[in-house]
């Protein structure tokens, strides 16, 4: 059965930094993987993404500070996200575009506050 489970929310001080990871089963992560986010009252938005080529997007508000990788072995993809602000406060969701189908995860709460 595919499956994607995000970890690694918390809460964290401005300018601390966090890493999530997404951990795939029933499929590789050597498809299109991606990070979205949703803010309470926000709609999802897309953070970042890996392609299989190994290309990387990432959102305005975040380029500089977060990196998305990828450990195919593992089945995992991570988002390392540094520098975090107030506005990085929201749920973050894993995404995998694959040949069957794409599927999401069911979240991990990142709150930044003092």
């Known amino acids: 059965q595919e499956q994607l489970v995000e970890s690694g929310g918390a809460l964290v001080q401005p300018g601390g930094s966090l890493r999530l990871s997404c951990v795939a089963s029933g499929f590789t992560t050597s498809s299109y993987m991606a990070w979205h986010r949703q803010a309470p009252g926000k709609q999802r938005e897309l953070v970042a993404s890996i392609g299989s080529s190994g290309t990387t997007n990432y959102a305005d508000p975040v380029k500089g500070r977060f990196t998305i990788s990828r450990d195919n072995a593992k089945r995992t993809v991570y988002l390392q996200m540094n520098r975090l602000k107030a506005e990085d406060t929201a749920v973050y969701y894993c995404?995998?575009?694959?040949?069957?189908?794409?599927?999401w995860g069911q979240g991990t709460q990142v709150t930044v506050s003092s």
């Open positions: 995404q995998a575009v694959t040949l069957r189908g794409t599927y």
